[in-house]
T-cell receptor, first 111, second 113 residues
Framework: GQQVMQIPQYQHVQEGEDFTTYCNSS?????IQWYKQRPGGHPVFLIQ?????EVKKQKRLTFQFGEAKKNSSLHITATQTTDVGTYFC???????????FGAGTILRVKS | DSGVTQTPKHLITATGQRVTLRCSPR?????VYWYQQSLDQGLQFLIQ???????AKGNILERFSAQQFPDLHSELNLSSLELGDSALYFC????????????FGPGTRLTVL
């Protein structure tokens, strides 16, 4: 079945350092979504990528979709304490109308 | 605030019991999704309803069932509860049937003792 691998599982950075999380799929994806979950909170949609090689930016966040549409990355420039949380990628199942979430990357920021 | 509401916020019960979790989607959203989040299993899709009909199923246990009512709110019923059912249960909603942006509710934290 549809699987998505997300790495790293955990990253602890100094405030001001950059952060990147990666998602990899064994199959070609129609799209990929990214969500952020703050500690004690619920997942919040960040973005959806659809096109091959697509790059989208939201302030300090840069999202990329691979040329083969099998991988994606989320990069945060100059992390801040407000960036702490778990970042999930989510991909549609091969059949059906459901999302498969990656295991998530937990980001901790030291100030 | 996503516009999705879930009740109760917390639920503590004993093994063998049955509980009902309730979700009201955002105004205008026809799709409702249920997810289970536990430390060791991550965020797992359970089931989807669209405009009152079941449309997709994940690894939902037979002890669990759900429904979506004419006013589009949804309920997740968990029965014969086991310790391992302790988790956060999220409801999410979206406008369409297709897998696009989902809006998550605040979740119900279930503790089975």
């Amino acid at each position: 079945g549809q699987q998505v691998m997300q790495i790293p599982q955990y990253q602890h950075v100094q405030e001001g350092e950059d952060f990147t999380t990666y998602c990899n799929s064994s199959t070609t994806l129609s799209n990929i979504q990214w969500y952020k979950q703050r500690p004690g909170g619920h997942p919040v949609f960040l973005i959806q990528l659809v096109k091959s090689g697509e790059v989208k930016k939201q302030k300090r966040l840069t999202f990329q979709f691979g040329e083969a549409k099998k991988n994606s990355s989320l990069h945060i420039t100059a992390t801040q304490t407000t960036d702490v949380g778990t970042y999930f990628c989510a991909v549609p199942m091969e059949y059906g109308n459901k999302l498969v979430f990656g295991a998530g990357t937990i980001l901790r920021v030291k100030s | 605030d996503s516009g999705v509401t879930q009740t109760p916020k917390h639920l503590i019960t004993a093994t063998g019991q049955r509980v009902t979790l309730r979700c009201s989607p955002r105004s205008g959203d026809l799709s409702v999704y249920w997810y289970q989040q536990s430390l060791d299993q991550g965020l797992q899709f359970l089931i989807q309803y669209y405009n009152g009909e079941e449309r997709a199923k994940g690894n939902i246990l037979e002890r669990f069932s759900a429904q979506q009512f004419p006013d589009l709110h949804s309920e997740l019923n968990l029965s014969s509860l086991e310790l391992g059912d302790s988790a956060l249960y999220f409801c999410a909603s979206s406008v369409t049937l297709a897998v696009n942006e989902q809006f998550f509710g605040p979740g119900t934290r279930l503790t089975v003792l």
